[in-house]
Every structure is written in structure tokens, then in C-alpha cells.
């Protein structure tokens, strides 16, 4: 097996026993890269120099073998909106194009403490706008399963660089399915995690109420491995959990089966112009995950039809807020040749944004705008409310619930681009996670015409260990997860 094959345990375990170094594991990682990413493009930065001198201070602690962890001397890679201590954080954006924070995200310091190995960061649509990794300010990251299509969005370049084996594990980050959607589209295994379970300190903010920061690996038990290391109260983040962070890895290894779990599926994701072979592979699924002892019922979710626009109208309105604070005048682009304190702030946001970050921001500032915003916003705001409780009255009678991540399967590079409200649909099974604030975990359960697809499981808030433990066993009975793109 090749090194790039490994799963996180796996390299683990050559490492504590000194098999291969993590200074070879990196040089393999960054060769690797060197070989396929030029073609891939899921690395918008390569920290070579980092990545080494990180990998050499990992064989020093491996060597004492004082406070080793499951993901000492392990590479990883970060998406591109998630701060790294002078190294560039762009958000695939030409506004931040030559940005070094100084200082690292809360989740890269808990990873930096376990002595893992920065790779780099990855490509991503512009601020996290998109679902297709199209609308990044530098280029479009191809999908390795085929060159021809997306990998998804927004954290594309994350999913691509796992399932093309450039990185073992990346942290994404999952404002409306900006995870579970490249993870589906990619094949691998993409976890969003209960809103404030994880730290947003160093996250620069798309849409503050929705965000969150979530591993992306090859399997399930990878996940867990990377989400008991970052998972935690922080208090640079008022908005964190103060429960306990579970042992998720070691619950894995005991869990035997499903019994006694409810699981739920709603009826509204199963409906009309789903392609037949994603319902196909996700019903198929749900009869592996039964026969694991689980019982299934049928649910509802009501308000599901309204979960796109009350979600677009929420993030144009919280984005062009904060977006707002690019003006150059403080930090990033700062277009200054011109005539007029105002020609600055116009000329300045006109290079630096790009098409799709403009629309939002325009279309969001309207729906705040005097006159529309309790015509707009604050209706949405409601209808968010609405969603939510169907979500709590579903988990009265449920452990998760199960549906699809997205109608189909990767679409083509360019086909919904020229279109935004296409590209928006895409997102209708993902987005009212992020309105709820629950957790949900993507996973590989088909192939169709060489192109991956995931299942999702949804649980109530901080059921990260339900909603692992479901997964990690259907991946102990199917071989989705362990595919490989054909590179």
C-alpha cells in the first residue's frame, strides 16, 4: 500500500512504531501534490517549508514519545477561509489575495498542539459562494473522478485534495452544505458539525449564524479521530459549546450495532425529480443500516420548500454585512490611484470581488435596505423558526434521519454557472441543517456513471456520536468509502 493510501489509524500506527517518519509521510504527500495538482488545482497555497519543519518537530515528540496523539506527525489541509499564522488565507479571493493572518484559527492551534503537519490550503468559491468551487478568484478545481466535472462547493478543493489522495484529512467548512455536498460529490466521507461545536475563532465569516468548521476524511472513523481533537469550548468564541468533547474514536471501536435507534425519513426528500440512481443508492443504504438492528419510519419536515429561500435571503443579508469591512482602507486590495476617498472603497470592491460575491452582496444589502427589511429578512427569520421546529418535533420520535445529499450526482463544469437560481437549487437537501443548527454527517453509499454518491444522516444538536456511530457502522458492512478515483 502506498503511503498516500493510509487512513489516518494506519499512519498512526507506523509512525508510534517508528516504521516510516512523519517528515517521509509529508515528503510523499508533497510529491504527490507536485505530480497531480496541476491538474486537480485543490491547493490554492502548498506550506512546503511549514509542512516540513512541522514534520520534523512530529519525529522529535514521536522519538520521546511524550503526549502522542492520534494525529501527531499526520499532514493535513485546511480550506482556504480558515486563518493560518503567516501563511496566506485568500478566502479564493482577490481582495486577500497576498493576506498572512497573524495568527492561527482555534481549530489549526488544537492540531498545531497535536503536532500534525500543515500541508496547505485549499481552493474554494470565493468567500464560500457557490456550490461548485467555480467561483473562486483564482481557478476551478476539477473533480478526480472526472476532470470534466465539479467537485462541488464551497470547500471543493478540500474534498478534491482527500479523494484524490493529496491529504489524509481537511478541514472544510459547511455554511449551506458546503461539506456534505463536495464530500458527496467527491466520494469521502465530510462531517457537519453542531453549530458552536467546534471553535469559529480564525473562521473569516461568510454567514455568521450558519457557520462552521468540519473534518473531511475517508472514512467515518477518520472523522472522529480529527473532530475529538478540534471539538470544544473556546472562549475567543461567544458562541461555542461548554459541554465535554466525547471520546468519539474509542465509542466507535465498541459499537457493535444499531439497536434501539429510530431512524427517520422524511418524506419531502424523496420526491419528484431526485435521479433515480441516487434513490436507488440511498434506499439501499437505509436497508444496510436496518439490517444493523435499527428500525425506520417514515417522517415529515413541512417546511422543507421554504429552506432555500429563507436560506439565500439570511446569507445575502449576514454576507453583505460582512463583507462590508473590505473597503481598502483597512487590510487587503486597497485600489488607491484614484481621485476620491469613494473611488477607493468603488474601485477597490469592483477588482477584488468577483460576480457572484457582488450579487450577494448587492441583493443582500437590498433585503436590509428601509422598507424590505421586515418584508424580507425578518420574514425569514421567522420562517427559519418554523424549520427548526419541525426538525425538534421529528427528533421526538427519531434518533436521525437519512435522506440524500443533493438530487444528483457532480454536474459538469460550466453547466449551472451562467445561471445562479440552478446553482442555488442544487443545495435544497443541505441547507436546512444549517437554519437548524444540527449536525449532519455525509457518506459514500453508490457510484453512478463513474461519479460518487453520498447519503446524509441528520441528528439533534450535538448527536455528533449518534450520527458517527450509524455511519462508522454502515461503512464496516459496505466499501463505498475505501473507492479511489481513477488517476
Known amino acids: 500500500m502506498d503511503l498516500h493510501e493510509l487512513s489516518i489509524q494506519q499512519a498512526h500506527e507506523l509512525l508510534s512504531s517508528r516504521k516510516v517518519s512523519s517528515e517521509e509521510l509529508t515528503r510523499a504527500y508533497l510529491e504527490r501534490i507536485r505530480r497531480l495538482d496541476p491538474q486537480i488545482k485543490s491547493y490554492v497555497t502548498v506550506s512546503e517549508e511549514l509542512a516540513l519543519k512541522q514534520a520534523k518537530e512530529a519525529d522529535q515528540r514521536i522519538k520521546t514519545g511524550e503526549g502522542l496523539t492520534p494525529l501527531t506527525g499526520i ?12 501563511i496566506n488565507t485568500t478566502c479564493s479571493s482577490k481582495i486577500l489575495e497576498n493576506y498572512k493572518p497573524f495568527y492561527d484559527a482555534t481549530a489549526i492551534k488544537k492540531l498545531n498542539s497535536s503536532n500534525s503537519v500543515l500541508l496547505g490550503k485549499n481552493n474554494m468559491d470565493e468567500f464560500g459562494m457557490g456550490s461548485s468551487t467555480e467561483n473562486s478568484g483564482f481557478f476551478t478545481t476539477r473533480n478526480p473522478w472526472n476532470f470534466d466535472y465539479v467537485p462541488g462547493g464551497s470547500s471543493g478543493g478540500s474534498a478534491a485534495a482527500v479523494a484524490a489522495g493529496l491529504t489524509p484529512f481537511s478541514l472544510g467548512e459547511d455554511t449551506g452544505g458546503s461539506v456534505r455536498m463536495p464530500a458527496s460529490f467527491c466520494g469521502v466521507t465530510g462531517l457537519k458539525t453542531t453549530y458552536g461545536r467546534v471553535s469559529r475563532y480564525g473562521l473569516i465569516p461568510l454567514v455568521s449564524s450558519f457557520d462552521t468548521i468540519g473534518p473531511m476524511a475517508r472514512s467515518v472513523y ?21 459541554e465535554p468533547v466525547e471520546n468519539y474514536s474509542e465509542i466507535l471501536k465498541t459499537t457493535e450495532n444499531l439497536r434501539g435507534l429510530r431512524i427517520g425519513i422524511p418524506k ?3 420526491v419528484e425529480g431526485l435521479d433515480s440512481a441516487v434513490d436507488f443508492s440511498v434506499r439501499d443504504a437505509i436497508k444496510h443500516i436496518e439490517s444493523l438492528g435499527a428500525e425506520v419510519i417514515e417522517v415529515s419536515l413541512p417546511h422543507t420548500q421554504y429552506a432555500i429561500p429563507v436560506y439565500y435571503l439570511i446569507l445575502f443579508a449576514e454576507a453583505s454585512s460582512n463583507l462590508a469591512k473590505y473597503d481598502g482602507i483597512r487590510f487587503g486590495l ?3 490611484s484614484v481621485e476620491s476617498l469613494m473611488d477607493v472603497y468603488l474601485k477597490t470592491r469592483e477588482t477584488g470581488f468577483g460576480a457572484e460575491t457582488k450579487r450577494r452582496i448587492m441583493l443582500g444589502t437590498f433585503a436590509l435596505s428601509a422598507g424590505y427589511y421586515d418584508a424580507y429578512y425578518l420574514k425569514a ?43 442555488y437549487l442544487s ?8 437554519l437548524a443548527g444540527i449536525p449532519a454527517l455525509s457518506v459514500p453509499c453508490g457510484i453512478s456513471n463513474g461519479l460518487p454518491i453520498g447519503m446524509q444522516i441528520m441528528g439533534p444538536h450535538l448527536s455528533e456520536e449518534t450520527l458517527l456511530r450509524i455511519g462508522h457502522l454502515y461503512q464496516s458492512q459496505t466499501d463505498w468509502h475505501t473507492k479511489h478515483p481513477p488517476l
Do not use: W
Open 268 to 270: 419531502e426528500y424523496f
Open 222 to 242: 477518520d472523522v472522529a479521530l480529527v473532530l475529538e481533537t478540534i471539538a470544544g469550548h473556546d472562549a475567543k468564541d461567544s458562541t461555542s459549546r461548554l
Open 427 to 434: 443545495d435544497v437537501f443541505v441547507v436546512a441543517v444549517n
Open 334 to 336: 486597497s485600489e488607491r
Open 381 to 423: 427569520q421567522k420562517v427559519r423558526t418554523l424549520i427548526r421546529q419541525d426538525f425538534q418535533k421529528a427528533f421526538e420520535t427519531c434518533d436521525a434521519l437519512i435522506t440524500p445529499v443533493a438530487p444528483a450526482t457532480a454536474f459538469r463544469i460550466g453547466e449551472k454557472i451562467t445561471n445562479p437560481l440552478d446553482m
Open 75 to 86: 499532514p493535513y489541509s485546511a480550506k482556504d477561509s480558515i486563518s493560518t499564522r503567516g
